[in-house]
């Protein structure tokens, strides 16, 4: 009997009467008595066996011999982990991401959530540096400095914020980490070097754009601006009359300035006094080229 | 995995595998050091690790035992009451799905993989931060479902036949039929105010092969009253290949000797032009039609408090 149940790992009471012909107590004292002396070819290792709503179980208990229910929020987070994995390049060579959804998708009584995640041109590549722990030579767009600057780079983690790319990278210049925008990346080559790996953990949630060395600037917005809340992270928020005040992380000055040109109207600096005239000078700056080319 | 769910995964375990219930004491003595010392610190953290499992939908039941433990409470888990059937995922699909859970790390996620036998994997080198709303879950299950919606939404109340959830560029949005409006619709599932009421499932049907991806555009700058209006723009040389790249090879008019381009862009939406005007700095003009220049213009003209 043991063998049989053995190799079938579960088998209901029933069955088990019926075909070795025994009552339902005698069975059960043959289960317990094996399950505590064992039997050939099992004498070394105790037998698991139990009984559980007429359902007889031996063998090696896997916790999860039926997955147990997803509830609404796993369910739903594990459709959009898998959907955004599938996006990813290289997520789902030989299809098992995709046949794992299907049949999550056929569980949860379809599927619902699509993702669209499109990445810039040297994401992918950026992506295996990463995993190969190997040294890029870039050409990268600096914001700040508003040129392009080379420079070598180990990527070490890229992740996905508000729809943008990101890469946190050893920079080999600076000696720092650093984190750089992967579609500001215009050329990009291996240089031949493979740097020692390093876990470092991509941040989550707002954290990593309050670096605590960066400045930060008061804005108020009126209701039409009120998008720069949900777009980049804030330190804080208020509601004022007339709009809402945030505190948002100054990434440069020419950011910022670029920011308060697209507002026009509907921000207004409060804090830093040197920066309240700082949307007027820049409009000032773009209005020149107009003014020069006869506006 | 963190001490929690480590102590939860095994507590599951341990009562799927009993055979009879369990009262608190021998539950700690069977998870030997994963409980803290002392009675009261060991109930609290049992107490939790119920609660939250309870929120994962697997309730521990409790009975008051007789006999010779007479007035002890013991704790199980009817399996059968909480399994999934029909869901047998073959070790690679696990496997992918871990890998994709490992990159989206809710908490959610990896409780759901942990009930199909993964495990939650600690690093991955891309990840995605996903923004989570309490609407979502049963946002999709009624697209799913083909339940309909109803929800307040800026002020209003809307009656929606939701087709599909989207994620794009960090926001969640829910599109489907709207019912007031007779059309199909997109809405902001964060602008969704209170709670959203479910209808009965099955009670719409979905087009066939539709795709949320295409049903409004990926181009906010298309999003107005004239979807193909368009500006010509000059771009240095600096931010030509930039430029170029994002737009596409067709949307380049003209190629200047010193590099720079003449590049057709979508102004329906002049909120979304000006951004991306300005997101270019100096090293772009906009070349016409004059009526574009001239707001670009008056725009900056009023903001740096000229004329």
New interface residues.
């Given amino acids: 009997m043991l063998p049989w149940l053995m190799e079938r790992g579960e088998a209901s009471v029933a069955e088990m009467t019926q075909r070795f012909e025994l009552t339902e107590s005698e069975l059960v004292k043959d289960l317990e008595l094996a399950a505590v002396c064992g039997l050939p070819p099992f004498v070394d290792e105790m037998i698991d066996v139990f009984i559980d709503e007429g359902m007889v179980y031996a063998g090696v208990p896997r916790v999860f011999t039926k997955p147990l229910r997803l509830t609404a929020p796993e369910g739903f987070a594990l459709l959009t982990a898998g959907r955004a994995a599938m996006e990813l390049p290289g997520a789902d060579t030989g299809g098992a991401l995709a046949r794992a959804l299907r049949k999550l998708a056929a569980v949860l009584g379809g599927d619902g959530v699509v993702v669209d995640m499109p990445q810039p041109p040297a994401a992918a590549d950026v992506i295996a540096a990463a995993n190969d722990t190997a040294r890029l030579r870039v050409q990268y767009w600096s914001a700040m400095r508003d040129e392009l600057t080379d420079r070598e780079v180990t990527p070490r983690a890229v992740f996905l914020d508000r729809g943008r790319w990101y890469m946190r990278a050893d920079d080999h210049a600076s000696g720092e980490e650093r984190t750089f925008r992967i579609d500001r990346i215009e050329q990009w080559e291996r240089t031949g070097v493979v740097d020692p790996p390093r876990t470092v953990k991509a941040p989550l949630g707002d954290d990593w754009f309050g670096d605590a060395d960066l400045p930060s600037v008061i804005l108020r917005l009126a209701p039409e601006a009120s998008w720069v809340a949900e777009r980049y992270p804030v330190r804080h928020r208020r509601p004022v009359p007339g709009g809402v005040e945030v505190e948002l992380t100054v990434a440069s000055e020419r950011w910022l300035g670029e920011l308060l040109v697209r507002l026009g109207a509907g921000a207004q600096v409060v804090e830093p006094e040197a920066w309240r005239g700082l949307g007027a000078r820049c409009a000032a700056e773009l209005l020149a080229r107009y003014e020069a080319s006869g506006s | 995995m963190s001490d929690a769910l480590e102590r939860i995964t095994n507590l599951?375990?341990l009562l799927?595998?009993s055979?009879s219930s369990l009262t608190a004491e021998q539950i700690a003595f069977a998870l030997e050091g994963q409980y803290p010392q002392g009675a009261v610190a060991q109930r609290g953290a049992f107490e939790r690790d119920k609660a939250l499992l309870r929120?994962?939908?697997?309730p521990i039941e409790s009975e008051v035992l007789g006999g010779d433990q007479a007035g002890r409470t013991a704790y199980r888990i009817d399996?059968?009451r909480?399994?999934?059937?029909?869901?047998?995922?073959?070790d690679?699909?696990?496997?992918?799905?871990q890998?994709?859970?490992a990159?989206?790390?809710?908490t959610?996620?990896q409780?759901?993989?942990l009930?199909?036998?993964g495990s939650a994997d600690a690093?991955a080198?891309?990840?995605?931060?996903?923004p989570?709303l309490d609407a979502?879950?049963?946002?999709?299950?009624?697209?799913?479902?083909r339940s309909e919606l109803r929800f307040d939404y800026r002020g209003t109340s809307r009656s929606l036949q939701?087709y599909?959830?989207?994620?794009?560029?960090?926001?969640w949005y829910v599109i489907g039929h709207d019912l007031q409006h007779g059309m199909l619709r997109t809405y902001r599932v964060?602008r969704i105010e209170g709670e959203v009421e479910v209808g009965d499932?099955g009670s719409f049907l979905r087009p066939d092969g539709f795709?949320?991806?295409t049903v409004f555009a990926?181009d906010p700058k298309e999003l107005g009253e004239e979807p193909t209006a368009r500006a010509a723009v000059l771009v240095d040389a600096?931010?030509a290949?930039?430029v170029e790249?994002e737009l596409g090879i067709d949307a380049v008019l003209a190629r200047r000797a010193d590099g720079g381009i003449e590049v057709q862009v979508a102004c329906a939406n002049v909120d979304a032009f000006?951004?991306w005007l300005?997101?270019l700095?100096?090293h772009a003009?906009v070349l016409g039609p004059p009526a574009v220049?001239?707001g670009?213009?008056a725009?900056?003209?009023?903001?740096?408090?000229?004329g």
């Fill in positions: 599951v375990a799927l595998e055979r929120d994962m939908g697997v399996r059968a909480y399994e999934l059937a029909d869901l047998r995922l073959t690679d699909e696990r496997q992918a799905l890998l994709a859970v990159a989206v790390r809710s959610d996620a409780f759901g993989l009930k199909l036998g690093g080198t891309v990840s995605a931060n996903v989570t979502l879950p049963v946002l999709r299950e009624a697209a799913a479902g939701p599909s959830l989207l994620l794009r560029e960090g926001f964060d499932p795709d949320p991806r990926s600096v931010r290949a930039f790249r000006r951004s300005f997101g700095g100096t003009e220049r001239a670009v213009v725009w900056l003209a009023a903001l740096a408090g000229v």
